[in-house]
C-alpha cells in the first residue's frame, strides 16, 4: 500500500498545476478606460487579445508590479524572478484591455492594443517575500520638482500650469512605484530658476519649505553641445544631498525621465529592506501526519502551488512520514512564505538545519521538518 502512494504523489507531481480561472473585468460603462493606478495594477502592450499573447503579457505586468513594490529597476534580474512569472497568470484578479490612438508625424493615426493587469494583493506579497525582494514601505514620499528647462530661449520653471512639459518625469516616477509633486510656478517661484540653474540647494530648500515633505529634485535640462539633450539632477532630503547625478539622450523626454529613476534608486537605497528567504537549492524535506492518497495529492498540490517550487522528487516513505528532495529558487524560508498559515502544508520547528542549501548532492544538512493537516 505504502508503495502504490508513492506512485501516486509521483504521478501527481509530474501532472502540470491547473491554474485558476483568469477573470476579466465586467462590462465598462462608456466612457469609461482601463487603466492601471494602483501598486498592484500594470498595464503593458499587446498585439493580440489571444490566449498566447496574454500569457506573456501577464508575465510582463506582474514584473512591473513587482518593480514597483520594490522600487527596484532590476528587480527582474533578480534570482527567482524570471521562473516565478511564469505563475503570473495564477495570481490576476482580473485583466482588461485598453486601445489607445496616436498620430504619426504624416499625421496618419495608429493603434496600440494594452492590456491592464491586476493581481491579488496577498499572492504577489508572499512571492516579494518568498524571493527575498527589497521591499519599498507605503505610504511614500511625494518629493517636489525644482525644474528648469533652457530650449534655446532661456530657462524657465516647470510649474503645476506646465504639468505636461514634466509628463514622461511624472510618469516614470509612477511606473517606478511613486509621486512627484510640482510647485504652484508663481512670480516668486518663477525667480528661483537662476538658483536652480546654478543647483543653489539651500535656496530651492528655502522656498520649497511650503510644501511637504521637506525633499526636493532640482534639474535643469537644456541642450547638450553636439546634439541631444542633457539634465543634471541634485535630491535633497530635509537639507542633505543624497544623489547626484546626469542623464544625456536624444530625446528630451528620455532625458527628463532619468530624473525619476535616479529619485526612486536613492529612496529605495535608504528606506527598502529585504526579507530573509534563504538561498536557492535543494532541500531534503520530511512531511509527517500522511495516512492515505488524498493527503499525498494535498501535500503535491500545496508545494505545486508555490511559485519558488522549480521540481519535487519523491525518495522514501517510511509510516506516515514522506521525504522528498525539493528544488527552490529560495530557501526554505522563503517556501514558507508562499506556502502561508492556510496551506495544508506546515512547518514543524526549526524549518531549515544548517543554514542555506549549497551546491552539490548531499542533502542531509538542508533539511525542513513540515506536517500535513
Do not use: H
Amino acid at each position: 500500500m505504502r508503495r502504490s502512494l508513492v506512485t501516486i504523489l509521483f504521478l501527481a507531481l509530474c501532472l502540470p498545476l491547473g491554474g485558476g480561472a483568469l477573470a476579466q473585468s465586467g462590462m465598462r460603462t462608456e466612457g469609461d478606460v482601463a487603466n492601471a493606478s494602483g501598486t498592484y495594477e500594470a498595464e503593458v502592450p499587446v498585439n493580440s487579445q489571444s490566449d498566447a499573447d496574454r500569457g506573456g503579457a501577464l508575465a510582463r505586468a506582474l514584473g512591473a508590479v513587482l518593480g514597483k513594490l520594490s522600487g527596484d529597476r532590476a528587480a527582474m534580474t533578480r534570482p527567482g524572478v524570471a521562473q516565478a512569472l511564469r505563475s503570473a497568470k495564477d495570481m490576476v484578479e482580473s485583466y482588461d484591455y485598453r486601445q489607445d490612438q496616436s498620430i504619426g508625424a504624416s499625421g496618419a493615426p495608429s493603434y496600440r492594443t494594452m492590456l491592464v493587469a491586476r493581481f491579488r494583493q496577498d499572492d504577489v506579497d508572499g512571492l516579494v517575500a518568498a524571493l527575498g525582494l527589497p521591499v519599498w514601505p507605503q505610504p511614500r514620499p511625494k518629493p517636489v520638482i525644482w525644474l528648469a528647462i533652457d530650449d534655446g530661449s532661456g530657462p524657465r520653471l516647470v510649474g503645476t500650469q506646465q504639468a505636461n512639459a514634466a509628463r514622461p518625469l511624472l510618469d516614470r516616477a509612477i511606473e517606478r512605484g511613486y509621486r512627484l509633486g510640482l510647485p504652484a510656478g508663481g512670480a516668486a517661484e518663477q525667480a528661483l530658476v537662476g538658483a536652480i540653474w546654478r543647483q543653489d540647494t539651500t535656496a530651492v530648500a528655502r522656498a520649497s519649505a511650503r510644501y511637504a515633505p521637506p525633499m526636493q529634485l532640482v534639474g535643469k535640462l537644456y541642450r547638450a553641445g553636439g546634439g541631444g539633450w542633457q539634465a543634471d539632477w541634485v535630491f535633497v532630503d530635509n537639507g542633505r544631498e543624497l544623489s547626484k547625478w546626469t542623464t544625456r539622450d536624444g530625446d528630451a523626454r528620455r532625458a527628463m525621465a532619468g530624473g525619476a529613476d535616479g529619485v526612486a534608486d536613492a529612496l529605495v537605497r535608504r528606506y527598502a529592506k529585504a526579507p530573509v528567504a534563504g538561498a536557492a537549492g535543494t532541500y531534503r524535506i520530511a512531511i509527517n501526519g500522511i495516512r492515505g492518497a488524498d493527503d499525498y495529492l494535498r501535500a503535491a498540490s500545496a508545494l505545486q502551488g508555490a511559485a519558488v517550487v522549480k521540481s519535487i522528487i519523491p525518495i522514501q516513505a517510511n509510516g506516515d512520514r514522506l521525504e522528498l528532495d525539493v528544488e527552490l529558487m529560495t530557501g526554505l524560508p522563503g517556501l514558507n512564505r508562499m506556502l502561508g498559515q492556510n496551506s495544508p502544508l506546515q512547518p514543524v520547528g526549526q524549518a531549515v538545519q544548517d543554514g542555506d542549501a549549497t551546491e552539490g548532492t548531499d542533502t542531509g544538512s538542508k533539511q525542513g521538518e513540515y506536517r500535513i493537516r
